[in-house]
């Protein structure tokens, strides 16, 4: 069993920064494929970036160039650092965790970009 929880969450003006970050617990997390979903209201549920036991990243189109995603292995963390924030950003983030037969989620932190 994985415990995923995310912190870094909050208000920010358009234009701003944030960094999400999403500890786990297990002794197993560098073999896990991590990623970054969001839920904003009445939408469903999307991938924003994910990145593999082996570093290597991907991300929605709607945030490259912006976002960047990251692990340190050693303190069983993965980071989202989003910069340029834009309002339409605005949703709950969500980190999950996979392994193949395995499946974990954290508990969302809420992101809202305003002025």
């Known amino acids: 069993q994985v415990q995923l929880v995310e ?4 208000l920010v ?3 701003g ?3 999400l970050s999403c500890a786990a617990s297990g002794s197993i997390f560098n073999r896990y494929f991590m990623r970054w979903f969001r839920q904003a209201p009445g939408k469903q549920r999307e991938l924003v970036a994910s990145i593999t ?3 290597r990243t991907n991300y929605a189109d709607s945030v ?4 960047t995603i990251s692990r340190d292995n050693a303190k069983n963390t993965a980071y989202l650092q989003m910069n340029s924030l834009k309002p339409e ?4 983030y969500y980190c999950n965790a996979y392994f193949p037969g395995l499946n974990y989620w954290g508990q969302g932190t809420q992101v809202t970009v305003s002025s």
């Not at 912190?7 to 909050?10: A, H, K, R, V, Y």
């Not at 950003?89 to 709950?92: G, M, Q, R, S």
């Open 64 to 67: 490259k160039g912006r976002f």
């Open 7 to 10: 912190s870094g969450g909050g």
């Open 17 to 19: 920064s944030l960094r």
């Open 53 to 55: 036991s082996g570093n």
């Open 13 to 15: 003006q358009p234009g």
């Open 89 to 92: 950003d605005t949703a709950v």
